[in-house]
Nanobody, 120 residues
Framework: VQLQASGGGLVQAGGSQRLSCAAS????????MGWFRQAPGKEREFVAA???????HYADSVKGRFTISRDNAKNTEYLQMNSLKPEDTAVYYC???????????????WGQGTKVTVSS
């Protein structure tokens, strides 16, 4: 499966942004999907995941502010980000796995990343 992330940009602290990840070349509905992010000089970290059945899991740092969702009819997953903070600034990557988790190594398929910058 090929993944294409989009929706990044510059946003003020406290604002909102929605990221999208369009999938092609595979049966989207069977994959668990995730979002990761990588800030400058830091390792890539887990943000959120949604299973093929729809259950979700979030990193503590984004719980209550971010919402992951998917639309199987459109082969797309989303990350709605609210109450953004400067520390949310990072390149955000979407990823697909047969069984999701919180580790980078659990996801064999990755999108190219979309940059989100939160200004204070």
């Amino acid at each position: 499966v090929q993944l294409q992330a989009s929706g990044g940009g510059l946003v003020q602290a406290g604002g909102s942004q929605r990221l999208s990840c369009a999938a092609s070349g595979g049966t989207f509905s069977i994959y668990d999907m995730g979002w990761f992010r990588q800030a400058p000089g830091k390792e890539r970290e887990f943000v959120a995941a949604i299973r093929s059945g729809g259950s979700t899991h979030y990193a503590d740092s984004v719980k209550g502010r971010f919402t992951i969702s998917r639309d199987n009819a459109k082969n797309t997953e989303y990350l709605q980000m609210n109450s953004l903070k400067p520390e949310d600034t990072a390149v955000y990557y979407c990823a697909a796995a047969f069984v999701c988790g919180t580790l980078v190594s659990q996801y064999p398929y990755w999108g190219q990343g979309t940059k989100v910058t939160v200004s204070s």
